[in-house]
């Protein structure tokens, strides 16, 4: 399904995004994975890039169509996450959380649409369930991800006129560790009974880019063991 096809994902350096180059690379694709640090992964074609800058996306992105030509997925995975208290929140702090996953995006993803054409045409978005609840201090990431959530269908809306499918995931605990350095009591107040793997994650890119399920977009596909339908009472 994806043999030969140009998929570019960001962040893949390391974690979930790593993970999801790897899938797509079993797969078969051509994959090119961008990352603020230099990286290398077999099979990528990595390249250094800030996904939060305008000028430097435009470029990345106009090199791999010369490279390459038609551009067929984007998985946009870059992120960063930043707790702080509320009141100690820089304005750089503010900044450097929204440019990196949010700006991103938008950028990302409409450079990726100038050069999409073919079969697939497909976007994935990094949401995050904190998009949906909270904890304390964590303004600046669920601000990002809120905003990714929302973009997904405006950009799924405004990009249906090219045929591209915008789509987002929301993860839950993904745990990108070790896994012996997890408790019992982390895995059980899940209902799947574990804690997330960044495997999970990837697997649910490659549902959203595969063209069969092409009547899927605009959604946000929630992956958290159950954890934001779990009503959480002391008895």
Same mark, same amino acid.
């Given at each position: ?105 938008? !950028? ?8 999409? +054409? @073919? &079969?697939? %045409?497909? *976007? ?44 987002? !995931? ?8 070790? +896994? @012996? &350095?997890? %408790?019992? *009591? ?10 997330g793997e960044v495997d999970d ?35």
């Amino acid at each position: 399904m994806f043999t030969g096809k140009t998929i570019i994902v960001t962040g893949a350096a390391n974690g979930i995004g790593k993970s999801i180059a790897k899938h797509f690379v079993s797969e078969k694709a051509r994959v090119i994975g961008l990352d603020l640090e230099k990286f290398t992964l077999e099979g990528v074609d990595s390249r250094q890039c800030d996904v939060g800058d305008f000028s430097q996306v435009t470029e990345v992105f106009a090199q791999i169509h010369r490279d390459y030509g038609e551009i067929h997925a984007l998985i946009n995975n870059a992120g960063v996450s930043e707790f702080k208290s509320i009141w100690e929140i820089e304005e750089s702090d503010w900044d450097r959380v929204l440019n990196t996953n949010l700006k991103s995006v938008f !950028i990302c993803s409409r450079e990726a649409a100038r050069y999409m +054409t @073919g &079969e697939i %045409r497909s *976007i994935v978005n990094m949401a995050s369930t904190r998009a949906f609840m909270s904890e304390p201090n964590t303004e600046t990431y669920s601000a990002s991800k809120g905003g990714i959530y929302a973009l997904t269908h405006s950009l799924a809306a405004t990009l249906s006129e090219k045929k591209i499918r915008v789509n987002s !995931i929301a993860p839950g605990w993904i745990h990108t560790g070790e +896994t @012996g &350095e997890l %408790r019992n *009591i982390d895995h059980s107040q899940h209902w799947s009974g574990r804690v997330g793997e960044v495997d999970d994650i990837a697997r649910a890119c490659l549902f959203l880019s595969d063209p069969r399920n092409s009547f899927i977009t605009g959604e946000c596909l929630t992956i958290d063991g159950g954890m934001t339908r779990k009503m959480i009472y002391e008895h």
